[in-house]
């Protein structure tokens, strides 16, 4: 079958030709529809459940929401398992589902059964499921802050309310954007203290202030009156606007005197109990946290909320300013520009030892070209099967196994035509050319098809990987896959095509001189080796031998760790520390941290932001150092590891914190797969 398909395909070979080209196009289509990322999502199937409880100690979080709730969640269709956190005033469970479990399925089971167990909570208790979103959601972090011409201008709590009124809601309309989260600042509400002494002086109680507050703050519906043919809808509005408003709230009457809230208590405008805050290059700021929607284009996400953001600034007042932090698109362009020199560098590396080789340009270029098209075939193939391009799907890619069938095959096809042309002494007509170019491809199609499919079988085992090493390898596997395939189908159709079209004479003479000369030295040390054959097998035991032993010295890791470019500081402070000590000893870490002159800015998040998807009390904060580009520091060839080890040198001279050093999306992988921003943790149970 092979034969007839080389046959047919140098006897039509402008169509393959054309063909070839018109997959190429539509994978060039398919690359703005390609998922890129820096690296492989492995966030595990999971659904957090998040429950506010105020004035909640742990304990009782524990018992009267955590425990019901994980009750409740047991026995869900493909639950893996569960874990909780009981924290003052929050309790968060993550609901984990076996692999390949659909998000939406697993989120609508758990959402059925929370309605179920709304009736064992306390009165007033709604659990909340957390975004739709994975480990590599966080793709973009801003601050909404005063300008430098006008520090101070707008209170925290001005800003927080541009945050929530303003940035977010335009945000939240970005494609691919599912949530903006926001920490820092102080929340606007209504505080109302009531004078005890009055209080009681009055004979009212508490209850009547809570309920005179909740009774006129609503809005009634009151039907509608006809008059003259038209109907005129009737309501009594009644909602409270301003606390201006709540001083004409009477309460209750003494004596047939009504008696208003502000006689029996002070109202003014206040903000809620702080549960978290946010600082930046040493002073306070509001900070935001973009979480992208589970299958979408990081890198695109990322774009489109740079430019609105642009936007955005042209409808805030004057003096405040929303400055980008933390770009996902930074890492990923990065990383892509990182892999896509690579694969450049070994495009022109295997061009040049093709034509060193072949001796003939026009046989090197048809060679080479199995390369951009075999990536092109494997961008509409990871499209259709929504494969992330990243370091590992990508950088895996070898070139040298995608051109080795293409390699022999055109080698072979022009060592034919070459002794066919010193044969007959003449050029070949068309028909002779196309035959010798027919009978070489045949004579090593067969050897090569073999070749290749023992090096997709290599990448087989990995296919059956599942969890973690599943999600990181397995596209990578499927990849080189897709890619080897291409290359194997271009290479029976494509490949004798265009020798048959382009490839109209032998290699020249200087290039026969010079690979006659190679390989009869070739021979003549081939022919001395076979005289001592003992000796030649065991030094070839003796070097594997020695491998062996290398190998099992060395030391052993899961994959290598991404360089992110940027670090994160896990700052552990006391536990009970309050949340303006903790401001306080934040600030102090990030001046001594903005002295180092690889550093950018730096920022951090301390205790629970508005949506709790990273509860941490108080006392613990994650800080982001971000590095400024390597061309800026004053010795870019410095390493990352000597780097690193000045930052903690820096952090361990500023008293009162405990640290853990990581990189920001290695942090929420582990916080995400197993509760603990560590790389190794212990877990005790009682």
């Known amino acids: 079958m092979f034969n007839w398909i080389i046959r047919v395909s140098i006897a039509y070979r402008r169509g393959i ?258 549960t978290g805050a946010a600082t930046g290059d040493s002073t306070e700021i509001v900070l935001g946290t973009v979480f992208m929607l589970i299958g979408e284009n990081g890198l695109k996400v990322s774009e489109l909320v740079s430019k609105k953001l642009v936007e955005i600034q042209r409808s805030l007042p ?146 059956t990987l599942g969890g973690v090493e599943g999600k990181m390898f397995r596209p990578m596997a499927i990849t080189v896959l897709m890619a080897l395939v291409a290359a194997f189908v271009l290479s029976l159709t494509f490949v004798p095509a265009c020798v048959a079209a382009f490839v109209s004479r032998s290699p020249s003479d200087t290039h026969e001189l010079w690979f006659d000369k190679l390989q009869v030295r070739y021979q003549r040390f081939l022919s001395f080796l076979l005289l001592f054959p003992r000796r030649v097998v065991c030094a070839s035991l003796v070097v594997v031998m020695l491998g062996v032993i290398t190998f099992c010295r060395i030391g052993s890791e899961f994959m290598p760790a991404l360089d992110e470019g940027d670090m994160t500081v896990h700052a552990l402070r006391i536990p009970g520390t309050s949340l303006s000590q903790a401001i306080s000893m934040q600030i102090q870490l990030e001046k001594a941290l903005q002295a180092a002159p690889e550093v950018n800015h730096v920022f951090a998040k301390i205790g629970t932001a508005e949506i709790a998807t990273d509860p941490m009390p108080p006392s613990v904060a994650d800080v982001y150092v971000i590095m400024k580009p390597r061309a800026e520091w004053p010795n870019p060839a410095k390493p990352k590891e000597q780097l690193v080890s000045e930052i903690e040198a820096i952090t361990r001279a500023v008293p009162g914190n405990n640290y853990e050093y990581t990189q920001p999306i290695q942090m929420r992988f582990n916080e995400l797969l197993a509760g603990v921003r560590s790389d190794v943790a212990v877990k005790i149970f009682g």
């Open 318 to 463: 004057a003096g405040v300013v929303v400055r980008p932090l933390y770009k996902r698109a930074d890492l990923v362009n990065a990383t892509i520009n990182t892999v896509r020199r690579n694969l450049f560098e070994g495009a022109i590396l295997v061009i040049v030892i093709l034509f060193l080789a072949l001796g003939d340009m026009r046989a090197a270029c048809i060679t080479a070209l199995v390369i951009p098209l075999s990536m092109l075939m494997t961008i509409w193939g990871m499209v259709q099967g929504k494969i992330s391009a990243n370091l590992m799907s990508l950088g895996a890619l070898d070139f040298g196994l995608i051109v080795d069938g293409a390699v022999i095959l055109v080698e072979n096809c022009v060592r034919r035509i070459r002794n066919r042309v010193r044969l007959t002494g003449r050029q070949l007509t068309r028909e002779e050319r196309l035959e010798e170019v027919y009978q070489g491809a045949c004579e090593v199609r067969q050897a090569t098809m073999f070749g290749e499919l023992i090096i997709m079988v290599v990448y087989l085992p990995i296919l």
């Open 17 to 274: 030709i054309g063909c070839a080209a018109l997959l190429a196009l539509v994978g060039a289509l398919s690359y703005k529809n390609l998922i890129i990322d820096a690296v492989p999502d492995i966030t595990n199937v999971q659904v957090q459940i998040n429950t506010e409880v105020a004035g909640f100690s742990p304990y009782e979080v524990e018992r009267r929401v955590t425990a019901p709730l994980e009750l409740f969640l047991a026995g869900l269709p493909a639950l893996d398992y569960t874990r909780s956190l009981s924290r003052y005033g929050l309790s968060q469970v993550t609901v984990v589902f076996k692999e390949g479990t659909d998000i939406y399925f697993a989120r609508q089971i758990v959402s059925q059964r929370l309605q179920e167990a709304k009736s064992r909570l306390p009165d007033g208790i709604t659990p909340v499921m957390g975004p739709i979103s994975t480990g590599l959601g966080e793709i973009f972090m801003f601050s909404v802050e005063n300008s430098e011409a006008m520090r101070g201008s707008y209170s925290l709590q001005q800003l927080r309310e541009l945050q929530d009124w303003v940035v977010r809601p335009q945000l939240m309309s970005v494609p691919g954007v599912v949530e903006v989260n926001s920490i820092g600042g102080a929340s606007k509400q209504i505080v109302v203290t009531p004078y005890l002494e009055r209080v009681r002086a009055y004979a009212l109680t508490l209850d009547d202030i809570a309920g005179a507050i909740a009774a006129n703050n609503a809005n009634v519906g009151a039907g509608f009156i006809e008059r003259n043919g038209e109907q005129f809808l009737l309501r009594v509005p009644a909602q409270i606007g301003d606390y201006r408003e709540l001083e004409q709230l009477v309460v209750g009457v003494h004596e047939g005197i009504p008696i208003r809230l502000p006689d029996i208590a002070r109202v003014e405008v206040g903000a809620e109990l702080r």
